[in-house]
T-cell receptor, first 111, second 117 residues
Framework: AQRVTQPEKLLSVFKGAPVELKCNYS??????LFWYVQYSRQRLQLLLR??SRESIKGFTADLNKGETSFHLKKPFAQEEDSAMYYC?????????????FGQGTTLQVKP | DADVTQTPRNRITKTGKRIMLECSQT?????MYWYRQDPGLGLRLIYY???????NKGEISDGYSVSRQAQAKFSLSLESAIPNQTALYFC????????????????FGAGSRLTVL
């Protein structure tokens, strides 16, 4: 069965420190993965997706098929990065629109 | 104005009551979804609809029903609410008409917090 695991419920770092939010998935096919973010008092929104291979707000995420991981990284955390982050995997293949979400990780960036 | 609007934003009800959560969108998207968020469990898909005549169950549809009244409206009903349906409910939309995997990019509403006593 397809699954997404985010092992950390809370990640707390100091401003300027590197950040890595872990995401592991299980899927035998070719995965399509996303990171969504929910800032305080804002809606859940797309941060980035692996097929775009882009950097958004300084965050990057690389798909590692060997380790079945899609970790989210940022070299220098900012206080405004504090939020809840969800990793998501498309259920099945193609343009299904159905996502499986991980449990979420709260990132707390301390001044 | 918000692209995806959910009503009510907060609701407290009693066990056994019928509850309807409503979602409307102005994005012109064809696909709509209802997710449930529980602490430590992330978001789980309840129902989804690819158009007005196409409604499908998600992973946790038991105890819920939906209605797609129009392309822009998608309602979630709890026929007889129970306490373990206490959760934050999200409506989301996506557009299958965009190129690539656009249908996999979801736009979320602000959420409806439901408490069943």
């Amino acid at each position: 069965a397809q699954r997404v695991t985010q092992p950390e419920k809370l990640l707390s770092v100091f401003k300027g420190a590197p950040v890595e939010l872990k995401c592991n998935y299980s899927y035998s096919g070719s995965p399509e993965l996303f990171w969504y973010v929910q800032y305080s008092r804002q809606r859940l929104q797309l941060l980035l997706r692996h097929i775009s291979r882009e950097s958004i707000k300084g965050f990057t995420a690389d798909l590692n098929k060997g380790e079945t991981s899609f970790h989210l990284k940022k070299p220098f955390a900012q206080e405004e990065d504090s939020a809840m982050y969800y990793c998501a995997l498309v259920l099945g293949s193609g343009n299904t629109g159905k996502l499986i979400f991980g449990q979420g990780t709260t990132l707390q960036v301390k001044p | 104005d918000a692209d995806v609007t959910q009503t009510p934003r907060n609701r407290i009800t009693k066990t056994g009551k019928r509850i309807m959560l409503e979602c409307s969108q102005t994005k012109g998207h064809d696909r709509m979804y209802w997710y449930r968020q529980d602490p430590g469990l992330g978001l789980r898909l309840i129902y989804y609809s690819f158009d007005v005549k196409d409604i499908n169950k998600g992973e946790i549809s038991d105890g819920y029903s939906v209605s797609r009244q129009a392309q822009a409206k998608f309602s979630l009903s709890l026929e007889s609410a129970i306490p373990n349906q206490t959760a934050l409910y999200f409506c989301a939309t996506s557009d299958a008409g965009t190129g690539g995997s656009g249908a996999n990019v979801l736009t979320f509403g602000a959420g409806s917090r439901l408490t069943v006593l």
